[in-house]
């Protein structure tokens, strides 16, 4: 199978539980951001641009383990910021663990080789490093020298360890698609054991032409969708389809709600209005209608993985097609 067999067993459950209990809105990933702060200035973040005046601040652990009780979703991703700048990393991950959840820990992988000593193998822990390109691109963009050895290595010794390990790739206007395929191929004969892809977000607070409108985003991920066949993505057909421009999806905005320092943030992972003091007036007082495609301008090219993957879960059911392309792609 494509994803482990209790990942696959706990996400089902939890879906059709939701199903059968009419639940209209409910969050699969909970991302959650005890600090801000990084080692890096990358040029396509948003993050350390949107929360500089208050990227010294750090949700304490048990603001953590709260905020992890208070959601339901089954899967929770620890990212930031640098999470193992986090003071108590080494603490927040078996104490989420020990909760039943799937943990997906988000690094540059700057850290990871020194961290693998402290962190221990789970089931459901999984290390997602980041990987923009091959070398010169990949210091570039994160703009530093180095760092996609010192990522590089740290993916080896991880997997030698016995750790599962994906990656996440965005893509952004000069991203050289050629490029990308051997950075794949690279990525697999290391044994990653998947690959995430999606488009860049264009911030308000990243003042450069790095991103991708729609039209652009379609034309590259036509070459993109067409690696998923080559590679073991975990970006799910569907998503990758809709992406190409074959497959109408609205956004999901409540799908990966995010948990900061300053509070449960509103609208969503790549939006900000407000912030609510918790996860249950984040969703009953947010007004999602108003969010979206054609609804709010700061939508109208976002085609981000963490709105459009969580349509993924509604939209399946509504056609054989999808349901049979779902499934064999899961199982092989």
Request: hydrophobic share 35%.
């Amino acid at each position: 199978m494509r994803f482990p067999w209790r990942l696959n067993y706990d996400l089902t459950r939890y879906i059709i539980s939701n199903k059968l209990n009419k639940v209209e809105k409910f969050p699969l990933v909970l991302m959650l951001e005890p600090t801000h702060l990084c080692n890096l200035a990358c040029s396509g973040c948003g993050r350390i641009r949107e929360y500089a005046d208050t990227i010294q601040q750090m949700m304490s652990l048990e603001e953590c383990l709260r905020s992890v009780d208070e959601c339901p979703a089954p899967v929770v991703t620890i990212t930031g910021g640098e999470p193992f700048l986090y003071t108590h990393i080494y603490e927040l991950i078996p104490e989420v663990l020990d909760r039943g959840k799937h943990v997906y820990l988000c690094t540059n992988g700057l850290l990871l080789e020194k961290a693998l000593e402290n962190v221990k193998v789970h089931p459901n822990f999984y290390l997602n490093v980041h990987m923009d390109g091959l070398e010169e691109t990949h210091d570039r963009i994160l703009e530093r020298k180095g760092t996609f050895k010192v990522a590089i290595e740290g993916i080896r010794k991880a997997k030698a360890k016995g750790f599962r390990v994906c990656t996440n790739t965005t893509i952004f206007k000069d991203t050289d698609l050629v490029e990308i395929e051997m950075l794949f191929s690279l990525l697999t004969d290391l044994g990653v054991d998947g690959i995430l892809v999606a488009p860049g977000f264009d911030y308000e607070a990243v003042g450069e032409d790095l991103f991708l409108q729609r039209r652009e985003i379609q034309k590259k991920f036509e070459e993109v969708y067409r690696m998923s066949k080559r590679f073991r993505f975990w970006s799910t057909p569907m998503y990758l389809r809709f992406l190409k421009g074959e497959k109408q999806l609205e956004c999901t905005p409540w799908g990966n709600p995010t948990r900061n320092p300053l509070g449960w943030k509103a609208p969503c992972y790549l939006i900000t209005d407000t912030h609510h003091p918790t996860f249950r007036e984040m969703m009953e007082k947010t007004e999602w209608d108003s969010y979206g495609v054609g609804k709010d301008p700061r939508c109208a090219q976002c085609m981000m993985h963490c709105g459009f993957e969580p349509t993924v879960v509604s939209e399946i059911g509504k056609s054989w097609k999808d349901i049979l392309e779902m499934a064999i792609w899961n199982m092989t």
